[in-house]
């Protein structure tokens, strides 16, 4: 295959993954993906930007068919689908020198047991000439690894940015077509990697405001022609209020829970809420729809029954992973039903500890099925939620 041109000099040698349905044992990947890998051809020197997965080295070495000399591989981020073909292309290329952040050279030699000579660090705003061509280095910690960085390719006007603005797709148009189908995939991405890291994603924004950016070119998805439709999308995501939602993951034994949530869900609807259910009575079928949720959700409700005086086991996969997405909901509580003693509750805030900035409501906790009084006290917080939304003006 022939290296794929985005701009003279600069070229797509990436590796397209149509068949991959789960990232990390853990994330679906409904739509594929793909590890995006660069080539730039300077007057005088030659460098490579990222590699691709191990299991997909081929790929990249067919579009190195006939490329006889590497002088630089800019690693950008150490997690494997990048860096997993480091070694075997430093096999082919022993002359290139790994040009990456100082955090990340110790990551690499502790992942891929490559020498420690092998690699050369940059500082931040650092530059490196290819001759015509200049990359410059911009550290990007924790978008979404500590060692993080970007590169931009001055002349040229591309933004190098690893998994940040990425999407989880496959496809071989190679730049993005449809926005719509992206911005949903870019969406997805955003709420089960870079979440979590929402605080330092807006310093990053602001590092790269200034620069004229001409195409960014994430390590997944897609590249963008228009990059201020990503843009745009990232600094909702990451600044905007969240909107007048709530997201109700529950589980229910014998029904009890059930009915709460149904009457919690109709007394929202009658104010105006938006409700997204996830009933986890088969486990988190797709953790990618219930992070999506979780982007625009202003209050969390956990419904749970008690299970051996705890949380039902679902409800607590849940709760683990609204806690470890670090969402920013403004309220949670708890809802659900025991038989004949329960610390639910309290199992469940401790397990909600990295939300700590969100009012966690009056729980409402019911022994067996709801009577009448327990269906008003949750109309009750039903109009306590709408009432808090609106104050607010979450639209
Ligand atoms: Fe696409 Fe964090 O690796």
Redo the contacts with the bound molecule.
Sequence with gaps: MKPIEIKPGVYFVGAIDWDRRL?DDLVPLPDG?S?NAFLVKGSEKTALIDTVDFHMADVLFDYLEGVDHIDYIIAH??????SGTLPRILEKYPEAKVYLSPKAKGIFMDLLHLPEETFVTVQDRETLSLGDKTIEFIHAPWV??PE?MFTYLQEDKILFT??CF?SHIATNELFVKDEGIVHEAAKRYFAE?MMPFSGVIKRNMKKIEDLEIDIIAP??GPLYKHPEFILEAYRHWVYDDPKNEVVIPYVSMHGSTKVMVDHLTAALTERGVTVRLFNLSEGIIDIGKLAMALVDAATIVIGTPTVLTGPHPNAAHGAFIVNALRPKVKYLTVIGSYGWGTKAVDVLKGMLSNLGKAEFLDPIIVKGLPRADDLKTIEALAETIAKNHEAQSFA
């Excluded at 981020?77 to 990048?82: N, V």
Aim: hydrophobic share 20%.
């Design positions: 990232f993906t590890y981020h150490g997690e494997q689908d990048h979404h690894w993080t690893a998994d990425g990697i390590d997944h």
